[in-house]
């Protein structure tokens, strides 16, 4: 059977997620897919999908893409949102359920194991072991990391939206989910470790945002236990409004960073 967990990513925030979590330029995909050599044939699995912001243009590059997540919520609107993705499929599962997938799709068959913007989620080192039966000749695993979070950037804007939501939530904003650089040295050397070749590339590029895009940011990475009740919600809204129009606009320079790291 495999796993359910309540991360938190459920109910109305599932909705936040699916309209504001930045999407992966198409370089992001050539990089994967030149990586480890995608073709036609190839099965792909995209752990910790979401609602299928990576799981989705990988699509394109494969025979099939699965994408798993433990959140039965994000995977109900990835269904609906992409049917028309015919070679798109979504199961509800975590990092915990490779070896289990292993044995349902036999070893060596899978071109790659992506995990966007998710891995501070998971087991890394058990993980990394558990894929290297999994994985064909020549795959691996792509870690993408997309971006640091909206209030921990070095611009005025996000300054200004880290005071509120710290004054909001009564806490000291730092984890950065994966993206920093110890993180990544982290994985790199977990990666190493388990036998991996790995190779590191990034894509940056550039995004204009408005009020609206940066609340629902905001929202979109918030358990249902922390989102404001819908009256309150407003009052949240209000007070983020009015400390990021002194600073508009707001340009978010990203970096998305690819550990590209191919199997022994």
Do not use: K
Request: proline share 5%.
């Amino acid at each position: 059977m495999l796993t359910s967990m309540n991360l938190g990513f459920n109910g109305e925030v599932v909705g936040y997620y699916h309209a504001y979590r930045r999407g992966y330029p198409a370089a992001v995909i050539d990089v994967i897919a030149e990586a480890f050599r995608l073709s036609a044939d190839d099965v792909v699995l995209d752990l910790g999908c979401g609602t299928g912001q990576l799981t989705v243009p990988l699509a394109s590059r494969a025979r099939a893409v699965l994408g798993i997540d433990p959140e039965p919520d994000m995977l109900s609107r990835a269904r609906r949102a992409h049917a028309q993705v015919t070679n798109a499929n979504w199961l509800l599962g975590a990092d915990t359920d490779i070896p289990r997938l292993t044995t349902l799709l036999g070893s060596n068959t899978v071109a790659a194991l992506t995990v966007g913007q998710a891995l501070h989620w998971m087991n890394h080192e058990q993980l990394f072991r558990d894929a290297i039966r999994l994985l064909r000749p020549q795959g691996g695993i792509a870690v993408v990391t997309n971006g640091t979070p909206l209030w921990l950037q070095p611009t005025a804007w996000s300054g200004a939206l880290r005071a509120v939501m710290e004054e909001w939530l009564q806490t000291t904003l730092t984890a950065a989910c994966g993206t920093d650089e110890e993180s990544q040295h982290t994985y790199t050397s977990a990666l190493r470790e388990a036998g991996y070749e790995v190779t590191a590339a990034h894509v940056d590029y550039v995004d204009d945002l408005d009020c609206d895009s940066v609340i629902g940011g905001v929202f979109s990475a918030m358990s249902p236990n922390q989102l404001p009740s819908p009256s309150r919600r407003r009052v949240f809204e209000s007070r983020i409004r009015r400390a990021l129009t002194p600073h508009e606009p707001f340009r978010e320079h990203v970096r998305v960073a690819i550990l590209a790291a191919v199997r022994p």
